[in-house]
Nanobody
Framework: QLQLVESGGGLVQPGGSLRLSCAASSVTLDFYAIGWFRQAPGKEREGVICISSSGASTNYADSVKGRFTISRDNAHNTVYLQMNSLKPEDTAVYYC????????????????????WGQGTQVTVSS
């Protein structure tokens, strides 16, 4: 069974940057689309960004376009979420998720498409 582990969260000042990692052990992520989702206190879970299994396609929420990027490092079986120009409204628990059944060039923010989820990592943007 695919197990995902997020890391890299923490406290950062507005305007700062963080890089989150989503890693898997024993199962290669090569054939999975990987998405990042977030949930702030009192709010619904939100799709943030996704990369297709091929790496050729990405999908971004409007709220993070131009600030967040996603990349795959197949050699290390890890997907990264680079977050720049962070804002207080980016504060949330961030989860990575894997989708096994999507076409190789499809990237979606629909949470129902994802089969496996990590435990989450807290990101707090505050001065």
């Amino acid at each position: 069974q695919l197990q995902l582990v997020e890391s890299g969260g923490g406290l950062v000042q507005p305007g700062g940057s963080l890089r989150l990692s989503c890693a898997a052990s024993s199962v290669t992520l090569d054939f999975y689309a990987i998405g990042w989702f977030r949930q702030a206190p009192g709010k619904e879970r939100e799709g943030v960004i996704c990369i297709s299994s091929s790496g050729a396609s990405t999908n971004y929420a409007d709220s993070v376009k131009g600030r967040f990027t996603i990349s795959r490092d197949n050699a290390h079986n890890t997907v990264y979420l680079q977050m720049n120009s962070l804002k207080p409204e980016d504060t949330a628990v961030y989860y990575c998720a894997a989708a096994a059944a999507l076409p190789k060039n499809t990237a979606t923010l629909d949470a129902l498409s994802f089969d496996s989820w990590g435990q989450g990592t807290q990101v707090t943007v505050s001065s």
